[in-house]
């Protein structure tokens, strides 16, 4: 639907512009046709645009290895990669589609599983594990049989930040395919593949043969290689994940008593009947925190109405160093943040000294620019961000180094130009809002006229 209002809008504009064109006779018609095409195409992907400047290469790979093939298709190992380097997915994971070329089905999986068989009432025999031509695959959870396991599997489809823990941002399964090709030449790849991490957000494009992988024995003395290999490559977009933003930044200082809050409604005020305050007597209702299956949130009443808001407080000032205090509030009652991240941009973050409680690693999306860091929580300490109420915050302190050339707290310096949590932008305060220094200048020059008259008087009563 949005695609055609775009192509209608396009086509309004053509005709307006050719009217125009056939009153003043004074256009150009190929380089007419080249704007309204750029124009046609920026309608059509602005909500789609998937590109981070402070992670321009991140990205999930999905990698197909056919290992082996069988008398009626091929056993692949599923690998999905996260090289984002900041956005991971939380529970209850991710979910993997994608629509059969043929007429596939799926014999056995190991490390994951469909969510439906699908209608197999034409076998005889063994039953396939599914059927249906657009299979969903979602993780198998952790503690499973182990003849269930697969290496990398059981995550419960979590995934980690590939800077957070390149370890843990892996995960695979192994499929057995039949009614397939038997050979490189009558494999049909997948298409239409999909991905939610958990909900919406990620585009993928179309599988492509790459080389085929190559593997290491145990021993590392000999290598092996898959038979066939493909490649899905899914980015992600915040516009597309959600229409309002999923968290907030607020502002303080030492030098001043005014605290900037989060704009109101900076995450939508649609859910605003929905919420629940916090000294509400339903909070002690049994079940009122159980996650739902939909991951609908139930949110503490606030005039910003945002899941998590982020508050960056300018604490002292030093004469080498200044010191900031960070803390994230969580006020989505059904939600444990697991594995989070924050990620700031500053252009003091370069010279961060000593970071407490928790863990830091700066980002350098460009090697000439040193100005984002990414902070997350100490494994087993703070890692989990509770849900909302009396434990549901984290805090830490940065101590940075002054660079004296840059250095100032005036005009908001001190404060972040972007935040990011768990990969998603925050929105920020209007920059007129920010805490200001008090305007003590207007003093000096009076200082200044009144030694310089003194010393006036002085010299001519000499004289």
């Not at 939610?196 to 599988?207: Q, R």
């Not at 959600?242 to 303080?252: A, D, E, Q, R």
């Not at 010191?323 to 003091?348: D, E």
């Amino acid at each position: 639907m949005e695609f055609k209002n775009h192509a209608k809008q396009a086509q309004e504009i053509l005709h307006e512009t050719k009217d125009c064109c056939q009153r003043w006779r004074c256009c150009f018609v190929p380089e007419l046709k080249f704007i309204l095409l750029a124009v046609l195409y920026a309608m059509m992907f602005s909500h789609a645009v998937a590109y981070d400047p402070l992670d321009p290469t991140g990205n999930i790979t999905i990698k197909w290895d056919v290992m082996s093939w069988t008398p009626d298709g091929y056993v692949a190992a599923v690998t999905m990669n996260n090289f984002q380097m900041y956005r991971g997915i939380m529970s209850p994971g991710w979910t993997l589609g994608w629509n059969w070329a043929k007429k596939e089905v799926i014999w056995t999986m190991v490390g994951s599983q469909t969510t439906e068989q699908g209608d197999c009432s034409k076998f005889k025999g063994a039953v396939p594990h599914c059927c249906k031509r657009n299979p969903t695959v979602v993780d198998l959870l952790p503690g499973v049989p182990y003849n269930q396991q697969f290496s990398n599997c059981c995550k419960g489809g979590v995934l980690a930040g590939w800077a957070q823990d390149p370890t843990a941002s892996v995960s695979a399964f192994q499929v057995s395919v039949g009614l397939a090709g038997t050979s490189n030449k009558t494999v049909k790849l997948p298409k239409n593949f999909t991905l939610l991490g958990p909900g919406p957000g990620y585009t993928c494009g179309p599988a492509k043969i790459v080389p085929s992988t190559v593997f290491l024995t145990t021993d590392r003395r000999r290598k092996t290689q898959a038979l066939m290999t493909w490649n899905v490559t899914c980015t992600y977009s915040q516009f597309l994940a959600s229409k309002n933003p999923s968290c907030c930044v607020s502002f303080s200082s030492f030098y001043n008593d005014t605290i900037t809050p989060c704009p109101s409604c900076a995450c939508g005020c649609q859910n605003k009947k929905n919420c629940i305050m916090s000294n509400s007597k339903l909070l002690h209702k049994a079940g009122i925190n159980t996650p739902k299956k939909d991951n609908t949130p139930l949110l503490q009443c606030t005039h910003h109405m945002c899941p998590v808001r982020v508050h960056w407080h300018v604490k002292l000032n030093y004469k080498d160093y200044w010191r900031v205090k960070v803390a994230i509030t969580n006020f989505n009652y059904r939600m444990n943040y697991t594995q989070w991240s924050l990620v700031a941009q500053h252009p003091n973050l370069n010279n961060v000294t000593q970071v407490f409680s928790f863990d830091y690693k700066p980002l350098v999306p460009y090697e000439s620019i040193n100005d984002t860091g990414m902070f997350y929580g100490m494994k087993f300490y703070n890692d989990l961000l509770m849900e909302a109420g009396p434990l549901g915050n984290v805090q830490s302190e940065l101590l940075l180094q002054k660079n004296k050339d840059t250095f100032t707290l005036k005009n908001g310096w001190a404060f972040p130009r972007k935040v990011y949590f768990n990969g998603d932008e925050c929105k920020l305060p209007p920059p007129d809002t920010y805490p200001f220094l008090p305007n003590s200048a207007y003093a000096k020059p009076v200082a200044i006229s009144t030694l310089a008259a003194s010393l006036f008087l002085l010299v001519l009563a000499i004289w």
